[in-house]
């Protein structure tokens, strides 16, 4: 059975930091590229950051909007991946629950997009 389970978030001031934590796991994700998404109040879903496996170096990819302030890195084990995003110089505008998931699409079960529960992160003074 396919999970995604995100954890971390809470609430932040603005500039400072957190940590998010997924666990992936029921599927071959450890040869997926994976992704964390974030999808702010009333906004679509928007891609955050991206790492390839690690066959293919597991190289990070970032969005403009948070380059240079998020980290996104990953660990293989068997049957299961941990994806990790530290998060720093946080803004409101990051304010957002996160996802984490595969890369280019979701990943999809019985024909739909499957999503964990996410993580809610609120950046506020």
């Known amino acids: 059975q396919v999970q995604f389970v995100e954890s971390g978030g809470g609430v932040v001031q603005p500039g400072g930091s957190l940590s998010l934590s997924c666990l992936a796991s029921?599927?071959?994700?450890?040869?997926?590229?994976m992704a964390w998404y974030r999808q702010a109040l009333g906004k679509q879903r928007e891609l955050v950051a991206t790492?390839?496996?690690?066959?293919?170096?597991?190289?990070?990819?970032?969005a403009d909007s948070v380059k240079g302030r998020f980290t996104i890195s990953r660990v293989n084990a068997v049957n299961t991946v941990t994806l990790y995003l530290q998060m720093g110089s946080l803004k409101p505008e990051d304010t957002a629950v996160y996802y984490c998931?595969?890369?280019?699409?979701?990943?999809?079960?019985?024909?739909?997009?499957?999503w964990g529960q996410g993580t809610q992160v609120t950046v506020s003074s």
């Open positions: 998931n595969a890369d280019p699409r979701p990943f999809r079960v019985d024909g739909n997009d499957y």
């Open positions: 790492i390839t496996p690690p066959g293919l170096g597991s190289v990070p990819d970032y």
């Open positions: 029921g599927h071959n994700f450890g040869i997926y590229h």
